[in-house]
Protein backbone atom coordinates (compact mmCIF):
# COMPACT_ATOMS: atom_id res chain seq x y z
CA UNK A 1 0.00 0.00 0.00
CA UNK A 2 3.02 2.27 1.05
CA UNK A 3 4.20 1.61 -2.50
CA UNK A 4 0.90 2.64 -4.27
CA UNK A 5 0.81 5.85 -2.56
CA UNK A 6 4.59 6.91 -3.36
CA UNK A 7 3.86 6.31 -7.02
CA UNK A 8 0.71 8.79 -6.76
CA UNK A 9 2.20 11.22 -5.49
CA UNK A 10 5.64 11.29 -7.21
CA UNK A 11 2.91 10.94 -10.46
CA UNK A 12 1.09 13.85 -9.24
CA UNK A 13 4.32 15.89 -8.88
CA UNK A 14 5.20 15.00 -11.83
CA UNK A 15 2.18 16.48 -13.46
CA UNK A 16 2.42 19.50 -11.37
CA UNK A 17 6.14 20.30 -12.21
CA UNK A 18 5.07 19.48 -16.07
CA UNK A 19 1.70 21.76 -16.40
CA UNK A 20 3.62 23.96 -14.57
CA UNK A 21 6.71 24.66 -17.62
CA UNK A 22 3.94 23.88 -20.08
CA UNK A 23 2.01 27.63 -18.92
CA UNK A 24 5.75 28.95 -18.45
CA UNK A 25 7.25 28.17 -21.79
CA UNK A 26 3.55 28.82 -24.01
CA UNK A 27 3.79 32.65 -22.34
CA UNK A 28 5.40 35.87 -24.13
CA UNK A 29 8.55 37.10 -23.05
CA UNK A 30 9.19 40.65 -23.77
CA UNK A 31 12.69 39.16 -24.41
CA UNK A 32 11.19 37.29 -27.46
CA UNK A 33 10.25 40.84 -29.00
CA UNK A 34 13.08 40.16 -32.00
CA UNK A 35 10.37 37.58 -33.50
CA UNK A 36 8.01 40.52 -34.50
CA UNK A 37 10.83 41.58 -36.66
CA UNK A 38 9.68 39.22 -39.46
CA UNK A 39 6.86 41.50 -39.89
CA UNK A 40 8.75 44.08 -41.89
CA UNK A 41 7.06 45.29 -44.98
CA UNK A 42 3.96 44.48 -47.02
CA UNK A 43 2.00 41.68 -47.12
CA UNK A 44 -0.76 40.75 -49.94
CA UNK A 45 -3.85 38.87 -50.13
CA UNK A 46 -5.59 38.68 -53.66
CA UNK A 47 -9.70 38.60 -52.96
CA UNK A 48 -11.78 37.95 -55.75
CA UNK A 49 -13.23 41.66 -55.34
CA UNK A 50 -10.30 43.71 -54.44
CA UNK A 51 -6.55 43.15 -52.58
CA UNK A 52 -5.82 43.51 -48.82
CA UNK A 53 -2.59 45.47 -48.12
CA UNK A 54 -1.02 45.57 -44.39
CA UNK A 55 1.89 47.03 -43.80
CA UNK A 56 4.55 46.52 -40.82
CA UNK A 57 7.17 49.37 -39.51
CA UNK A 58 9.03 49.67 -36.39
CA UNK A 59 8.80 53.05 -34.52
CA UNK A 60 11.08 52.02 -31.86
CA UNK A 61 13.10 49.19 -29.92
CA UNK A 62 9.13 48.76 -28.14
CA UNK A 63 6.43 49.69 -30.98
CA UNK A 64 5.49 48.14 -34.61
CA UNK A 65 2.99 50.00 -36.66
CA UNK A 66 0.63 48.41 -39.03
CA UNK A 67 -2.01 49.64 -41.18
CA UNK A 68 -4.57 47.47 -43.51
CA UNK A 69 -5.81 48.71 -46.63
CA UNK A 70 -8.67 47.10 -49.32
CA UNK A 71 -7.51 47.97 -52.37
CA UNK A 72 -10.12 47.75 -55.80
CA UNK A 73 -8.69 48.83 -58.79
CA UNK A 74 -7.92 52.54 -58.49
CA UNK A 75 -9.20 52.83 -54.76
CA UNK A 76 -8.31 52.48 -51.82
CA UNK A 77 -9.87 52.59 -47.87
CA UNK A 78 -8.02 52.02 -45.05
CA UNK A 79 -9.62 49.25 -42.71
CA UNK A 80 -7.37 49.60 -39.89
CA UNK A 81 -4.41 50.48 -37.91
CA UNK A 82 -2.82 48.44 -35.54
CA UNK A 83 0.41 48.56 -32.40
CA UNK A 84 2.39 46.46 -31.10
CA UNK A 85 3.81 47.53 -28.19
CA UNK A 86 5.90 46.46 -25.24
CA UNK A 87 5.03 48.11 -21.73
CA UNK A 88 6.43 46.76 -18.71
CA UNK A 89 6.72 42.74 -18.94
CA UNK A 90 3.64 42.69 -21.20
CA UNK A 91 3.43 42.75 -25.18
CA UNK A 92 0.17 44.51 -26.79
CA UNK A 93 -1.84 44.45 -29.98
CA UNK A 94 -3.66 47.51 -30.17
CA UNK A 95 -6.11 47.70 -33.65
CA UNK A 96 -8.34 50.77 -34.08
CA UNK A 97 -11.20 49.91 -36.37
CA UNK A 98 -11.89 53.37 -39.33
CA UNK A 99 -14.99 54.14 -38.65
CA UNK A 100 -15.66 52.35 -35.28
CA UNK A 101 -14.64 54.86 -32.86
CA UNK A 102 -14.70 53.39 -29.10
CA UNK A 103 -14.33 54.64 -25.69
CA UNK A 104 -11.38 52.90 -24.51
CA UNK A 105 -8.70 50.99 -26.79
CA UNK A 106 -8.69 47.74 -27.78
CA UNK A 107 -6.07 45.83 -26.23
CA UNK A 108 -5.14 42.41 -26.46
CA UNK A 109 -2.59 41.05 -24.50
CA UNK A 110 0.30 38.69 -26.43
CA UNK A 111 -0.41 35.29 -24.83
CA UNK A 112 2.35 33.41 -26.90
CA UNK A 113 4.80 35.10 -28.84
CA UNK A 114 8.05 32.59 -31.10
CA UNK A 115 9.81 32.22 -34.07
CA UNK A 116 6.96 31.27 -35.85
CA UNK A 117 4.08 33.63 -34.27
CA UNK A 118 2.15 35.08 -32.02
CA UNK A 119 -1.57 34.82 -30.34
CA UNK A 120 -3.48 37.86 -28.81
CA UNK A 121 -6.46 37.77 -26.73
CA UNK A 122 -8.77 39.52 -24.64
CA UNK A 123 -11.23 36.99 -23.59
CA UNK A 124 -13.67 40.13 -22.19
CA UNK A 125 -13.71 41.99 -25.91
CA UNK A 126 -16.29 40.76 -28.14
CA UNK A 127 -14.39 41.47 -31.17
CA UNK A 128 -11.46 40.77 -31.98
CA UNK A 129 -11.49 38.57 -29.04
CA UNK A 130 -8.43 36.37 -30.26
CA UNK A 131 -5.97 37.31 -32.90
CA UNK A 132 -2.98 34.83 -34.45
CA UNK A 133 -0.06 35.56 -36.62
CA UNK A 134 1.41 32.58 -38.18
CA UNK A 135 4.67 32.58 -40.70
CA UNK A 136 4.16 29.33 -42.97
CA UNK A 137 7.62 30.81 -44.34
CA UNK A 138 9.38 33.87 -44.73
CA UNK A 139 7.40 35.20 -47.60
CA UNK A 140 4.13 34.04 -46.44
CA UNK A 141 1.78 35.35 -43.18
CA UNK A 142 -1.11 33.53 -41.78
CA UNK A 143 -3.37 36.05 -40.26
CA UNK A 144 -7.19 34.88 -38.33
CA UNK A 145 -9.40 37.34 -36.31
CA UNK A 146 -11.69 35.53 -33.93
CA UNK A 147 -14.67 37.28 -32.08
CA UNK A 148 -18.64 38.12 -31.53
CA UNK A 149 -20.48 40.48 -32.79
CA UNK A 150 -24.45 41.12 -32.26
CA UNK A 151 -24.32 37.37 -31.05
CA UNK A 152 -22.76 35.88 -33.96
CA UNK A 153 -19.37 34.66 -33.93
CA UNK A 154 -16.82 36.11 -36.77
CA UNK A 155 -13.99 34.70 -37.96
CA UNK A 156 -11.25 36.03 -40.64
CA UNK A 157 -8.78 34.57 -42.11
CA UNK A 158 -6.12 36.08 -44.11
CA UNK A 159 -3.58 34.16 -46.41
CA UNK A 160 -0.95 37.39 -47.40
CA UNK A 161 2.46 36.81 -49.41
CA UNK A 162 5.12 39.48 -48.87
CA UNK A 163 5.15 42.05 -51.63
CA UNK A 164 8.05 41.97 -53.92
CA UNK A 165 9.35 45.91 -53.46
Not at 22 to 37: E, P
Not at 38 to 47: D, E, F, Q, Y
Not at 147 to 159: A, L, N, P, V
Request: contains cysteine; proline residues 2%.
Amino acid sequence: MAKKRWCSSSCLLLFVILAGSLRVAGQASTADFRFLDKLAGTWKMSTRKSTIVETWNRVNDSTWYGKTWRVVGADSAVQQSMQLTRRGDDIYFIPAYEGRPTLAPIRLKLRVLKQIGFVAEDLHNDFPRKITYRFRDAHHLDARVEGERDGTTEEYIFQYSLAVE
